[in-house]
């Protein structure tokens, strides 16, 4: 529905002043068949927000309408593949060929692109195979509480300081 709203990219905007934050420190996810619904006021909506620097990606991509042609007009940063297609990819042989396809496709429309719900090591090392950008997904991590995820990321920090010591 806030998509459909004009006034969205100016209440982030105001929101950012508000929480001293940086545009571009925030990513924003849309649904594929979010975008759809109204695709004339998405893509200005969508525009302005690119503006405003924040980055964009079209969440469980594959899921919706699939309707390539909104690609080329809406400015979106990454393309994110749905976790029913990776949890199939030893089992469904379809499901990798289109993992390969979405890829290709982002590539070629410079996009990045993020594989959910990683969870066993044969997905990762398939999508690593394939030059997937970037994974997510259990076999990282469960989901964790805001205070869990900054004392295990101050622990990395410390861990790779510690080693760019040595």
Same mark, same amino acid.
Request: charged letters at 30%; aromatic letters at 6%.
């Given at each position: %529905?806030? @998509?459909? &709203?004009?006034?969205?990219?100016? +209440?982030?905007?105001?929101? !950012? ?19 759809? %619904?109204? @695709?004339? &006021?998405?893509?200005?909506?969508? +525009?302005?927000?690119?503006? !405003?620097?924040f980055a964009l990606a079209i969440d469980d991509f ?46 070629s429309l410079n996009l990045d692109v993020l594989a ?5 090591q044969d997905q990762l090392d398939f999508l690593r ?38």
């Open positions: %529905r806030l @998509l459909n &709203q004009p006034e969205l990219p100016r +209440t982030l905007a105001h929101k !950012l002043e508000v929480w001293f934050a940086a545009s571009g420190s925030i990513g924003l996810e849309i649904t594929e068949s979010a975008l759809i %619904r109204d @695709l004339e &006021q998405t893509v200005e909506v969508l +525009t302005e927000l690119k503006r !405003l620097g594959g899921t919706g309408y699939s309707s390539l042609n909104y690609l080329r007009e809406i400015p979106v940063d990454r393309l994110k593949i749905d976790q029913s297609y990776v949890q199939n990819i030893k089992s469904n042989r379809g499901d990798d060929v289109i993992i390969q396809a979405i890829i290709a496709m982002a590539k959910e719900g990683v969870e066993t195979k394939q030059n997937c950008g970037e994974v997510q997904g259990f076999l990282f991590s469960k989901p964790i509480t805001a205070p869990e995820c900054e004392k295990l990321m101050r622990e990395y920090a410390l861990k790779k300081a510690s080693e760019d010591v040595k």
